[in-house]
C-alpha cells in the first residue's frame, strides 16, 4: 500500500520571497480560533465588499485600515492576509461599532476585530505585547483593585500629551479628596474604595474568564506582580474571616 501523500502545502508564502514562509499549521490554528468563537457567525454574514463600513469607519480616516478588508479577509478564509492583518491593522479600530450600525449585511466588523484582538493574544502574538505594554500600569490597578484610573496617577510626567492643561491637577488632591461626603472617595490610591470582599470576588472573575491566562501570555512579569498581590489579599480576606469567626 502507497502512504497517502498530501497535496496540502506545509507552508504559505512566495518561497522565492525575502519574507520568510508562514507555517500553514499556525495560521490555521489561529483561524479556526477566530472562527470557533460563539460571536462569529452572528457578526459575519456575508460581504458585499461594498465599502460602507470603511466610508464611515472614523479609525480609516487617519491610519492605512479599512474593515472592508478585514471583513473580506474573514470571508474568503485567507489565512495569510488574515495573519498579516493581526500584525498591526486589527489594532487601528476604536471599538465605535458605527460599521455595525451601517452594514448592510448586519456585520459588526468591530465585533469580528475584537475576536481577532482576543485570539493575537491568545497566541501570544507579538503585535499584542506591544499594544498592550504602554497599558502595564493601567492593567496593574484594574485588576489588582477594580479601579481603572486613580488620582495618584495623575502626574505630569505621566498625561504629557494635556500640555499645559495639566496645571490644572496641581491642586491639594488629597486634601479635597478627603472633603467628598461619600468616604469611599476618600482615597488617593484607588478612584474609590473597593472592600476586601469585592476585591476576592473580582479575582475569581478574572481567573474564570480567561483574564489572567491571557495576561499571564503577553506579560509574565505583570501576571507575577498581579498574583502575587491576590495572594496577599486573600489571606488579608481569611485573617479577617477567622477573626470574625473569633468574635461570636
Ligand atoms: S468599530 Fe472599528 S472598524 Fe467599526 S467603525 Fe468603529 S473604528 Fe471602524
Ligand atoms: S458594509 Fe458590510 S457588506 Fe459592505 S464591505 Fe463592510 S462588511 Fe462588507
Known amino acids: 500500500m502507497h502512504a497517502t501523500a498530501s497535496r496540502k502545502q506545509q507552508h504559505i508564502g512566495d518561497p522565492l520571497s525575502p519574507?520568510?514562509?508562514?507555517?500553514?499549521?499556525?495560521?490555521?490554528?489561529?483561524?479556526?480560533?477566530?472562527?470557533?468563537?460563539?460571536?462569529?457567525?452572528?457578526?459575519l454574514n456575508g460581504c458585499l465588499n461594498c465599502g460602507i463600513c470603511t466610508a464611515t469607519c472614523p479609525a480609516a480616516q487617519y491610519y492605512d485600515f479599512s474593515p472592508r478588508e478585514i471583513v473580506q479577509l474573514l470571508w474568503t478564509e485567507n489565512l495569510e492576509g488574515i495573519y498579516d492583518a493581526m500584525q498591526e491593522k486589527i489594532w487601528a479600530c476604536a471599538q465605535c461599532y458605527t460599521c455595525a450600525a451601517r452594514c448592510p449585511f448586519r456585520n459588526s466588523p468591530g465585533s469580528l476585530i475584537m475576536i481577532m484582538r482576543e485570539v493575537a493574544i491568545k497566541h501570544g502574538l507579538q503585535s499584542a505585547k506591544d499594544v498592550l505594554r504602554p497599558f502595564s500600569r493601567v492593567m496593574l490597578k484594574l485588576i489588582s483593585t477594580g479601579n481603572q484610573l486613580s488620582p495618584d496617577m495623575i502626574t505630569a510626567d505621566h498625561f504629557a500629551d494635556w500640555g499645559p492643561n495639566i496645571s490644572k491637577i496641581d491642586a491639594p488632591l488629597k486634601l479635597l479628596r478627603q472633603a467628598i461626603p461619600m468616604p469611599t472617595l476618600n482615597t488617593m490610591q484607588?478612584?474609590?474604595?473597593?472592600?476586601?470582599?469585592?476585591?476576592?470576588?473580582?479575582?475569581?472573575?478574572?481567573?474564570?474568564?480567561?483574564?489572567?491566562?491571557?495576561?499571564?501570555?503577553?506579560?509574565?512579569?505583570?501576571?507575577?506582580?498581579?498574583?502575587?498581590?491576590?495572594?496577599?489579599?486573600?489571606?488579608?480576606?481569611?485573617?479577617?474571616?477567622?477573626?470574625?469567626?473569633?468574635n461570636e
Open 190 to 246: 484607588t478612584a474609590w474604595e473597593v472592600n476586601l470582599k469585592t476585591s476576592i470576588e473580582l479575582y475569581t472573575i478574572w481567573e474564570m474568564t480567561g483574564v489572567l491566562k491571557q495576561l499571564e501570555i503577553i506579560d509574565e512579569n505583570l501576571f507575577d506582580v498581579i498574583t502575587d498581590i491576590m495572594d496577599e489579599k486573600r489571606e488579608d480576606y481569611e485573617d479577617w474571616r477567622e477573626s470574625q469567626d473569633g
Open 19 to 43: 519574507q520568510p514562509v508562514l507555517d500553514r499549521a499556525r495560521l490555521e490554528a489561529i483561524f479556526n480560533d477566530i472562527q470557533a468563537d460563539a460571536r462569529y457567525d452572528h457578526e
